[in-house]
């Protein structure tokens, strides 16, 4: 009979609310706000209140997809990567945009924004709460 | 108090008269409710917070409680209840959501700090063995306020209040006593889809109503909710309605259904 409370930081946004999944002999059963944290002070918003669902949902992705015929169909990493470079290479700077995630850290919002201005040298950079 | 509380446990558990004790552990700092298995385990034990035993598992809508009890079948468990702790459990086992068999109470009254900060109206379970129970009452202040507000000045209190709901279902899901499969607060006949604020008062006072009987004043509601509507306000009035129109107040007799019961319920059987 192990029950566990696993402190996490809600994924969704990057305000970083402190929240503790509840971890039954191995299985994800809840989400519980954590009172001390000084972020959020016991409090979620309803994305922090679901966020163990998304770990066990049937709609999940869990492989790469490429578009082929016209259909979506499973693709390594390793495809899925080289087909992304081969397309920034060859698009112009201005065809190309970015958009980074308040759910990175500060570190991989810089690797992002340098990716785009230095080496594909576009400007267009933006991240997901704007969108 | 806590020393004799854990020495107290760990006799239960070293005796062989319980397999489990459920209680608030001490993990780096933070109160998070767990099970002790071993005496060992017990020297984490703590008495603090406002941290919640009793919880609502999702999105399987299983209490904590019954979910342990339904792997493990005959299992003999302690829980430290503060009076809060208590009301939910008494609750929860009348609607049929967990058993008491094998059940202990250790039962803990709260001090005048903790009583007066969860403004709790009965900071004590029944027959407390750890702490003394506090007769006086401990009520929130702004009940009286609310009390001597007019009609008008009351409406535009909750239009201010309400108003401010971001729909997160905070209050619905910190509450020990919110486990219906199909929530009334999720139906599109209620609640309209993507509308921000809901429909004044509907949204809030679906919730209030449908826990008319139930709410055990622990002030999960308005402790989750991020937009600080006075959501214990509401409901300690509406318990304030129930006990004097029914002379009942959920949580503190185990022995005694809601009033509720006997009333035919109407439900609507029109489509959302």
Not at chain 2, 255 to 267: D, K, L
Request: charged share 25%; glycine share 8%; with cysteine.
């Amino acid at each position: 009979m192990a029950t566990e409370s696993v402190f996490s930081v809600c994924p969704y946004c990057g305000t970083g609310c402190g929240l503790y999944l509840q971890v039954h002999d191995g299985q994800l059963v809840g989400v519980r706000p954590a009172q001390s944290h000084p972020a959020s002070q016991g409090k979620l918003c309803i994305k922090g209140w679901h966020a163990n669902e998304f770990v066990t949902s049937k709609d999940r992705l869990t492989t790469p997809l490429i578009r082929r015929n016209g259909k979506l169909q499973p693709a390594s990493w390793k495809e899925a990567v080289e087909l992304v470079a081969q397309k920034l290479k060859a698009a112009s700077p201005d065809h190309v945009a970015a958009l980074s995630s308040a759910k990175c850290t500060n570190e991989e919002n810089y690797l992002m924004q340098k990716l785009v201005r230095a080496v594909l040298g576009s400007n267009n950079v933006d991240h997901c709460a704007r969108l | 108090m806590i020393e004799e509380l854990r020495a107290h446990c760990k006799e239960l558990l070293a005796g062989k008269r319980l397999d489990s004790i459920y209680g608030l552990g001490d993990q780096g700092g933070a109160h998070v409710p767990r099970f002790f298995s071993t005496v060992d385990e017990l020297d984490d034990l703590v008495l603090a917070g406002k941290q919640r035993l009793i919880f609502t598992c999702r999105p399987s809508d299983q209490n904590i409680i019954a979910l342990v009890q339904g792997q493990r079948s005959g299992l003999r468990l302690g829980i430290v209840a503060r009076g809060c702790d208590e009301r939910a459990l008494f609750e929860l086992a009348k609607l049929s959501q967990l058993s008491l068999d094998g059940v202990e109470v250790v039962g803990v009254a709260c001090d005048r700090t903790q009583a007066e900060e969860c403004r709790c109206s009965q900071p004590y379970p029944q027959d407390p063995r750890f702490g003394e129970k506090l007769e006086e009452t401990f009520d929130d202040p702004a009940v009286a306020r609310f009390r001597k507000m007019g009609a008008e000045e009351r409406l535009a209190f909750w239009e201010h209040h309400l108003g401010k709901c971001i729909k997160c279902y905070g209050c619905r899901n910190a509450c020990p006593l919110c486990f219906c499969k199909e929530c009334q607060m999720e139906r599109e006949l209620f609640v309209r889809r993507g509308a921000l604020p809901p429909d004044f008062p509907l949204f809030h006072f679906v919730h209030m109503m449908h826990l008319a009987d139930r709410c055990v004043d622990c002030g999960a509601c308005e402790d989750a909710c991020p937009m600080d509507i006075p959501l214990r306000l509401l409901k300690k009035v509406m318990r304030g309605a129930v006990r004097d129109l029914f002379n009942y107040e959920p949580g503190i007799d185990p022995t005694r259904g809601s009033p509720f019961a006997g009333i035919a319920r109407v439900e609507t059987t029109h489509g959302d």
